[in-house]
Structure formats: structure tokens, C-alpha cells
């Protein structure tokens, strides 16, 4: 089997090759946990691969309870998506603890 004309990210059942004795092996990146990638799938699909590329964090989001314990929250964008089973994306959000102290909170009853 010959992963010649196609490379799939991720596990995916659809891409595979007729191997030998019958045998499918297999051109997507999750073959290399598995054991199955056709004889070329190194030289052919981990040369084409592409890991993902992210941007900066944005800021923090404000408190999200005025008053007490709450939640702030961050994010960042993917700017080149993973290919050819490159590295994956790392998190794009994270949250954090806070406490709200907005001044109407010592005075209500």
C-alpha cells in the first residue's frame, strides 16, 4: 500500500490502502500509535506536515461575579491550522479564580 496521493490528519478510518495479504494499512497520522501505516508514510505524509500555530493570548475577560468569587477567562486564535498530522493545537482558553470587589458589594443588605 502507498500513501502516494493522500495524507490524512487525526485518526481517520477513510484513509487507508490496500496493503499486503489482504491487509489495509493505513495513511492518517494516527497509524503511527497503531502500528498500521503503509510502508511510506513516513517519506511521504511527515514531510508534508504542518503543526498548528497560535497567536498571542487576548487580555483577561473582566470578573465574571461583581461581587465575590468568580471567574476570568482568556483566549487565543489558531493562525496556521495543524496539517498532514502535525502537532495539534495546544489550549486556546484558560480561566482563572477572581473575586469580585465592585464597590456596591460592601453596602448591599
Not at 18 to 47: E, I, K, M, N, V
Not at 51 to 66: E, T
Amino acid at each position: 500500500g502507498s500513501c502516494r496521493h493522500r495524507c490524512c490528519p487525526g485518526r481517520n478510518n477513510a484513509c487507508w490502502a490496500p496493503g499486503t495479504r489482504r491487509a489495509l494499512c493505513y495513511c492518517d497520522s494516527y497509524c503511527q500509535r497503531t502500528g498500521d501505516c503503509c510502508h511510506d508514510y513516513h517519506a511521504t505524509c511527515r514531510r508534508a506536515a504542518v503543526g498548528c500555530a497560535v497567536g498571542p493570548w487576548g487580555p483577561w475577560s473582566g470578573c465574571s461575579s461583581p461581587c465575590g468569587v468568580g471567574s476570568r477567562a482568556r483566549s487565543r486564535q489558531v493562525t496556521v491550522p495543524p496539517r498532514h498530522g502535525g502537532e495539534p493545537c495546544p489550549d486556546l482558553k484558560q480561566r482563572r479564580g477572581c473575586l469580585g470587589e465592585h464597590p456596591t458589594c460592601g453596602t448591599a443588605k
